[in-house]
């Protein structure tokens, strides 16, 4: 696992709580990076291949106990890496993946409150040392969250949750982009799509990106 990719390949991951207007922003920032000649990859978790699909339907609306929950996620996760994210970084592509192990450890790990050690030891099985090169973290009050989900579709059984659970999710974010910050970067996502945009520009900006 992790071979050494060549220096255009990029792995950038899009986090926060259900609600907080991630998938928005996702397409124009991969529209952006094509234009500069990036060949895409645009992927998801839990999900990305066929296996890790038909996982994800069962993690989403199939009661279970949180560790069989953070099993299914990590077992989606590998077939995912194995499958799509390795070889298309190996290819030098950049790949855009709706969510990664950081969910893992803001939902299972502070949502439901599991051992954050059992998680750490299922990443490094998992994934060896790999990570993204950028997470961008929307970051939102659980209660505009809420009212933001209230207008969209059927809820799935993360986002049934109560206000506590997803304070919990947020405070799971924060630990980890605090561990984490070269990596993270926190986006406003109370404030206006142009202007979550404008701050997704600049922050690309200055990476050179
Ligand atoms: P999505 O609706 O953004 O595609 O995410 C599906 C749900 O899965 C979301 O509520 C968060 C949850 N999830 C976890 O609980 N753990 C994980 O590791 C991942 C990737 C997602």
């Known amino acids: 696992m992790s071979p050494v990719a060549p220096t255009t390949a990029r792995f950038i991951s899009f986090e926060g709580i259900d609600g907080a207007g991630k998938s928005t922003h996702i397409e124009a920032l991969g529209e952006r990076l094509r234009q500069r000649g990036a060949e895409l990859v645009h992927t998801r978790e839990p999900g990305g291949t066929e296996l890790a699909e038909s996982l994800r339907e069962l993690i989403l609306h199939r009661g279970?106990?949180?560790?069989?929950?953070a099993l299914l996620v990590f077992a989606g996760r590998r077939d995912h890496l194995q499958r799509v994210i390795e070889p298309a970084l190996a290819a030098g592509k950049t790949v855009l993946c709706d969510r990664f192990t950081d969910a893992s450890f803001a939902y299972?790990?502070?949502?439901?409150?599991?051992?954050?050690a059992v998680l750490e030891t299922l990443e490094q099985w998992?994934?060896?040392?790999r990570q993204p090169d950028l997470t961008l973290w929307f970051d939102l009050d659980p209660a505009i969250a809420a009212q933001r989900r209230a207008a969209a579709r059927e809820a799935d059984r993360f986002e049934q949750q109560d206000l506590d659970f997803f304070t919990r999710v947020r405070a799971g974010y924060a630990a980890r982009a605090a561990r984490a910050p070269q990596r993270f970067a926190r986006i406003d996502a109370s404030l206006s799509v142009p202007e979550v945009a404008a701050q997704i520009h600049r922050l690309l900006e200055s990476r050179g990106w």
């Open 64 to 69: 279970m106990d949180s560790l069989t929950e």
């Open 108 to 116: 299972q790990g502070g949502g439901r409150g599991m051992d954050l």
């Open 126 to 129: 998992v994934q060896g040392t």
